[in-house]
């Protein structure tokens, strides 16, 4: 399966800043995936990253507030806009290969203050 | 709404027992059944898929499909404290529906 990095692991925010979440895989994917796993609850899509056009988000996600790049078909970015306490969350890339099955970055833990 | 449900637990299990997760469905169209597991803190990795129904086994790990009851399981055997974690079912769609969609996951907890 293909190797799945972000950065940063975690990091603490202030409310009202942005942070941007870097996902960076081994070898060159059509599909990739951010979610939000909030304490206690399952993954939440936020948008599939397309390489070469914009994002598609999910229904309660937008781009102004979680604007995504894809500029390869290795490297994408998710920032987390004007964040506030309920944006504390573990965010995480997601690759498609073969099967229809997904594997799933390390996972960036924001705390909000 | 496609929706996938599963007891939160926690599913306590002494060591050496058969760990039974279940998983129900929404879509009758489901075409492909996974399940994660998600040790605290980590992220979650693929340990089962399924796209039939009956079993498939995979060590100690089994999975069960039943398409006409809308359910999928996982049997782990021989349970041991290393697999104490939170286990995810997902469920894809058909017809172009390639995003799978999310239980909450069941915490298992093998006690020795």
């Known amino acids: 399966s293909a190797v799945i990095s972000q950065k940063p692991s975690r990091d603490i925010c202030q409310r009202g800043t942005s942070l941007t979440i870097q996902c960076q895989v081994d070898?060159?994917?059509?599909?990739m995936f951010w979610y939000r796993q909030q304490p206690g609850q399952s993954l939440t899509l936020i948008a599939t990253a397309n390489q070469g056009s914009e994002a598609t988000y999910e229904s309660g996600f937008v781009i102004d507030k979680f604007p995504i790049s894809r500029p390869n078909l290795t490297f994408s970015t998710l920032t987390v806009s004007n964040m506030s306490p309920e944006d504390s969350s573990i965010y995480l890339c997601?690759?498609?290969?073969?099967?229809?099955?997904?594997?799933f970055g390390p996972g960036t833990r924001l705390l909000v203050l | 709404q496609k929706e996938v449900e599963q007891n939160s637990g926690p599913l306590s299990v002494p060591e050496g027992a058969i760990a039974s997760l279940n998983c129900t469905y929404s879509?009758?169209?489901?075409?492909?059944f996974f399940w994660y597991r998600q040790y605290s803190g980590k992220s979650p990795e693929l340990i089962m898929s399924i796209y039939s129904n009956g079993d498939k086994e995979d060590g100690r790990f089994t999975a069960q499909l039943n398409k006409a009851s809308q359910y999928v399981s996982l049997l782990i055997r021989d349970s041991q404290p290393s697999d104490s974690a939170t286990y995810l079912c997902a469920v894809r769609g058909a017809g172009g529906s390639y995003i799978p969609t999310f239980g909450r996951g069941t915490s298992l907890i093998v006690h020795p």
């Open positions: 997601s690759v498609e290969e073969g099967a229809e099955t997904q594997y």
């Open positions: 070898s060159q994917v059509t599909m």
């Open positions: 879509d009758r169209g489901s075409q492909s």
